[in-house]
């Protein structure tokens, strides 16, 4: 290298330490935020969980099938309206701030007619577990539990709607207080719901259901409320003809949120799957794999909180037609994730034994279900790591509106590699709930691997796209 050379290079790399600096900063921002609501979000349910734990082991794996049947019909509406964050983002990034509210406005009425046939589901949960094999005692009470939930599904949708676009803004904040203050209204609400204290009947099961519906109302009105009352979000005029639905930007969030919400069902299909494969090998089994989950869950908001950062950096820099930016947004926030997801894994690795007793108690031991919950919690180890990895990587891709090829990537990672490996570790090979965990582990690795080379691939055609139009 020539001395010309050197001095060149000097300037350029103290550029790109510097642009890459400004991204960190900016994700860290928008991440933090976003994450912390999330994990609030699914502290409410882990509290739902302990709370519920003392009524018994039964309980808990009806709650843990009454979570499938919800989340399997509640994701293809969640998918549908997190489309509302890449296309607010988009008209951001190019300064477009009536299209940033057309687009909450058209996610508004997504979640409104998606949300009727989905209450569906869950109303009729104890015949669906019942044509799937599961014992009539646990759809019964399992029953219960999404009698009280199933009236939530359509605030919740409209406060992911209007979180979609707090975020798009960059002022994710609000969605953060109005769940901080959540957290404990649904403890104290759940907990006097299922124990009927203060007066009110004991609901058990269908208390904590109803508890959960009445704070998705009060967080969904928090919000609303923030959102055309308070600065910088009262700009934007977001009940401004509201009544009128705008069909051309209806079709494009169904484009672009239909893929996430099939892909979003091959998820958590896989894993209503799996919740159903540990019904068919045990109680014992499913409570296990409920709590592992949980804690997955946890793990699981932290990069999800770090991928929707990334929908909104992807796409405000897709906004503004910089391709550099578009490819540094997603590798910084999939660097984010992995270092956050392998400090947290270990962790749980440490403290499983911990974790499991705190959901069940000393007086679960004698059944061998504290051991068993700590040995999926080791075994899904990798899956922790990866699922981070994935989610991450899909936020990027839907930031550059990419969803059609990642549920192709879905279907084959998760129902081709994952199911079937599940299927035949846990049955023909006999290794019972942690063949299951082995097979869910096999099928994400596969599909963050393929998100990681799809981001890739298009952030370099896009770069190249640019240059080439520049020459």
């Known amino acids: 290298m020539t001395s ?25 921002g928008l991440a933090v935020p976003i994450a912390l609501t999330q994990l609030g979000q699914i502290a409410m349910m882990t509290i739902d969980l302990a709370l519920i734990g003392r009524l018994g082991g039964e309980a808990v794996a009806a ?24 296309l607010a983002a988009q008209a951001f990034g190019a300064r477009n701030p009536r299209l940033v509210r057309r687009s909450l406005r058209v996610g508004l009425w997504a979640a409104l007619v998606i949300s009727l046939p989905i209450m569906v589901f869950p109303l009729a949960g104890e015949r669906i577990l019942l044509a799937l094999g599961q014992a009539p005692a646990t759809a019964r009470l399992a029953q219960q539990y999404l009698f009280g939930l199933a009236w939530g599904v359509m605030p919740a949708l409209w406060f992911l709607a209007i979180r979609g676009f707090m975020g798009a803004v960059n002022r994710p904040q609000p969605g953060l207080w109005i769940t901080i203050v959540a957290i404990p209204a649904n403890a104290v609400l759940v907990y006097l719901l299922i124990h009927g204290e203060w007066g009110l009947p004991r609901l058990e099961l269908f208390g904590a259901g109803l508890a959960t519906t009445i704070v998705n109302f009060g967080m ?29 930007l209806m079709r494009r969030l169904i484009v672009i949120g239909a893929p996430i919400s099939l892909s979003f069902l091959l998820e ?30 946890i793990l699981f908001m932290v990069p999800l909180g770090i991928g929707m950062a990334a929908t909104v950096r992807v ?78 990587a899909a936020g990027a891709l839907r930031g550059m509106n990419d969803t059609r090829i990642p549920l192709l990537f879905a279907a084959i990672s998760y129902w081709l590699i994952g199911f079937t490996a599940a299927c035949g570790l846990a049955f023909r090979l006999e290794f019972g709930a942690v063949g299951v965990w082995i097979g869910l582990s096999c099928g994400t690795a596969v599909y963050a691997t393929l998100l990681m080379l799809r981001f890739g691939r298009l952030a370099n055609r896009l770069e190249f796209a640019t240059i080439r139009n520049a020459d």
């Open 63 to 86: 709650a843990a099938l009454a979570n499938t049947v919800f989340f399997v019909s509640f994701t293809f509406g969640m998918g549908l309206v997190s489309a509302v964050a890449p």
């Open 220 to 248: 969904f009105l928090a919000a609303l409320w923030f959102a055309y009352r308070r600065r910088p979000f009262q700009k934007y005029q977001v009940l401004g003809r509201l009544w009128r639905i705008d069909w051309p």
């Open 4 to 28: 010309l050379d050197k001095i060149g290079s000097g300037p350029a790399a103290a550029n790109r330490a510097g642009h890459f600096a400004i991204e960190l900063t900016e994700t860290l």
């Open 268 to 297: 958590y299909g896989l894993f209503a799957a799996a919740a159903l494969l540990m019904g068919l090998i045990g109680t014992a089994a499913l409570a296990a794999h409920q709590i592992a989950l949980q804690v997955t869950a």
């Open 315 to 392: 796409g405000h820099a897709v906004g503004r037609n910089d391709a550099a930016a578009v490819k540094r947004a997603g590798y910084v926030a999939a660097l984010l994730g992995i270092v956050f997801v392998s400090i947290m894994t270990l962790v749980v690795m440490l403290g499983r034994f911990a974790i499991a007793r705190f959901f069940f108690g000393e007086g679960a031991a004698d059944g061998g279900v504290i051991e068993l919950t700590a040995i999926l919690l080791m075994v899904g180890a990798t899956f922790f790591v990866f699922d981070g990895i994935q989610t991450i």
